[in-house]
């Protein structure tokens, strides 16, 4: 294994590889002095852990293209976390968020396990241990991998039946996202062999919610929403659904959860943005992109305002190895996504059969006038979805090189009171820990 090795924290911070880290805030009061209230001389009550799904340095530089300007958490990076698993170099979604939500490392497809199967506290249930009222929220099913870590252990990541009702068990107070079929019982076409999760959870007081609306009038500090049969729609997508944001998400988590005086631990994954990377969707990967700085963005207002609460964010792992550049040219065409209005599986799913109208419907969702050459690509592609995400990336200078995950370091972002700890090289087992003292709760 290897070691790990502390970065120089240098006053005027250090850049590594194109991130500037130091230890320092880039807020400041009205007097122009540095915002020390965001560097640890505050009391840490409540922990909001976003994690950005697959994400890493090439996507947050190309995001901050995208958008015009840096995301919403650029300002706080700290420093870089090691993701490599029990058993691997380049670890999956499970094992990394075994990591992240225990501080043990596992073996990639195991939850909330050590590799001999051993169960492991998270620090959600420390957390709930310490009379803290604790949350789940994502844009996958709510029982996929990085969400199931925090409150279930399961040998296989795709036990999502087992995981579901873990979270009961386990106390979560919010749940969040999609994943529907999870909670019901196979009488009711649900997954569940006999469970009706969702009934005993209104039984046990939780308040039950299915949309946007709904979402947005809850009351109880113990909230279920699930929006989605399976996956909820990606952000390009969303608009033609009822289905609430991730900052919609985020927001009603956080005023459910501050109904307990004790504080809350809150987990709140960007899922998409790894399933993005792996289909090689450059405009889904941006757009959902934008959905998870935008929930940053509400949690940082919150920690602002709240003084006592510690935002801390950080990809599990890269996916798809994202280029900033392509195709051997020293140039970025990212604007291209602006105009992107679907994914590459639902523009693949408006072809007709001969693919014939491969330029309208990339004329229609991406306002991409095809090429002889590129029409050649999708129609003879065995994977079509596929050959209109390379054209779109091949548009936009976006390059990729895996369809899975890469073993590449990730930053780490920090605001808050003790959001110092934070910094230099960590390792992704440090950040639980981190969090656990910064709370002053035992883990």
Same mark, same amino acid.
């Given at each position: ?34 915002? @020390? ?27 901050? @293209? ?23 170099? /380049? ?28 169960? =492991? ?9 310490? $009379?803290?009222? +604790? $949350? ?9 991998? +990085? ?6 252990? /399961? ?25 529907? !079929? ?18 005993? %959870? ?10 946007? !609306? ?32 991730? %900052? ?6 956080? &005023? ?5 005086? !004790?504080?809350?631990?809150?987990? =709140? ?5 790894? #399933?993005?990377?792996?289909?090689? &969707?450059?405009? #889904? ?25 510690? /935002? /801390?964010? %950080? ?16 140039? *970025? ?17 408006? *072809? ?51 369809? %899975? ?21 960590? !390792? ?16």
């Amino acid at each position: 294994m290897l070691k790990k090795t502390a970065l120089l924290a240098l006053s005027g911070g250090l850049v590594l590889s194109g991130i500037a880290i130091g230890t320092q805030d880039s807020e400041t009061t009205a007097s122009g002095k540095p915002d @020390w209230a965001g560097q640890g001389n505050g009391k840490v009550h409540n922990v909001i852990y976003m994690i950005p799904d697959g994400y890493n340095a090439s996507y947050a530089t190309n995001y901050r @293209w995208f958008k015009g300007e840096e995301s919403s958490f650029d300002p706080y990076v700290k420093g870089l976390m090691q993701t490599y698993s029990a058993d691997t170099e /380049v670890t999956d979604s499970a094992a990394a968020g075994t990591a992240m939500a225990t501080g043990v490392k596992t073996n990639n497809g195991m939850v909330g396990v050590t590799p001999d199967g051993e169960q =492991v506290d998270s620090i959600l249930d420390a957390a709930e241990e310490a $009379g803290k009222s +604790t $949350g789940l929220v994502a844009t996958s099913t709510i029982t996929h991998a +990085t969400p199931a870590v925090f409150g279930s252990s /399961v040998e296989s990541r795709g036990d999502q039946a087992l995981i579901a009702p873990q979270y009961f068990d386990n106390g979560v107070d919010v749940i969040l996202g999609g994943g529907r !079929d999870y909670f019901l019982p196979e009488s009711e076409d649900g997954k569940q062999p006999e469970l009706n999760l969702v009934e005993s %959870a209104q039984q046990d007081g939780y308040e039950y919610v299915t949309d946007l !609306d709904e979402l947005t009038s809850a009351k109880s500090g113990k909230l279920l929403g699930l929006f989605a049969d399976d996956a909820m729609a990606p952000e390009l997508e969303r608009g033609k659904t009822d289905q609430p944001s991730l %900052a919609d998400m985020t927001g009603a988590a956080l &005023d459910a959860l501050e109904q307990d005086k !004790d504080g809350f631990f809150l987990m =709140v994954e960007g899922s998409q943005i790894d #399933w993005a990377g792996h289909a090689h &969707d450059a405009a #889904w990967a941006m757009n959902d992109t934008k959905a998870f700085d935008e929930a940053v963005a509400a949690a940082i207002e919150y920690a602002k305002k709240d003084k006592n609460t510690l /935002v /801390v964010v %950080a990809g599990d792992h890269e996916t798809g190895g994202m280029s900033v550049g392509s195709n051997g040219e020293y140039d *970025l065409n990212i604007d291209v996504l602006h105009d992107v209005k679907a994914t590459g599986d639902t523009m693949a799913a408006e *072809l007709n059969e001969d693919r014939s109208n491969a330029g309208e419907v990339l004329k229609e969702y991406a306002n991409i006038e095809l090429t002889e050459e590129e029409a050649a690509v999708i129609t003879e592609a065995d994977d079509v979805a596929s050959a209109i995400n390379e054209v779109i990336s091949d548009r936009a200078l976006v390059g990729w090189t895996t369809s %899975a995950h890469t073993g590449t370091d990730v930053p780490v972002y920090a605001y808050g009171a003790k959001s110092h700890k934070f910094s230099g090289l960590l !390792d992704n087992t440090d950040l639980p820990k981190l969090m656990g003292e910064a709370m002053k709760i035992e883990f």
